[in-house]
């Protein structure tokens, strides 16, 4: 109970801590000015997905098996992650909000996605550390 009630709130301190970090990029035009600003939003945007898709995993599996192993934990989080972090391309273009090339578009794609993975993989190895299948 107790790490489930951590999680929950790591789970929504991460998200007000990445709505605020673009609230504050849209206002301050980051992610055009800075480059790479959009990369470190990517992974917390990842680890935040990941997490999110382990708790959720942890609550259905808890009710169906015992402890779920590492290696489960890793595909639903890495999973889970790239599932959100496709999603998240899609409405981006979907939406018109891309401003680049079609040259350039491919690889910022795959950088966003790339990053949104390694956040996955942070979150699962978060998760095992913190022996959150354990968890009741």
Do not use: Q
């Not at 673009?22 to 992610?31: E, I, K, S």
């Not at 795959?110 to 968890?135: F, H, K, P, T, W």
Request: with cysteine; glycine share 8%; aromatic share 18%.
């Amino acid at each position: 109970k107790v790490k489930k009630n951590k999680l929950i709130s790591l789970l929504c301190v991460l998200a007000v801590a990445i709505a605020a970090l673009h609230v504050l990029a849209m206002r301050y035009n980051l992610y055009f000015s800075i480059w790479w600003f959009d990369l470190p939003m990517h992974l917390l945007g990842g680890f935040w997905a990941g997490l999110l898709t382990i708790f959720y995993f942890l609550v259905w599996a808890h009710r169906k098996f015992s402890t779920p192993s590492a290696r489960s934990l890793f595909y639903v989080g890495v999973g889970g992650t790239i599932i959100f972090g496709s999603l998240w391309e899609l409405y981006e273009y979907a939406f018109g909000f891309t401003y680049f090339t079609e040259s350039s578009y491919a690889l910022d794609t795959a950088l966003d996605i790339l990053m949104d993975l390694c956040g996955g993989i942070v979150a699962v190895l978060y998760a095992i550390r913190n022996r959150l299948s354990e968890a009741s």
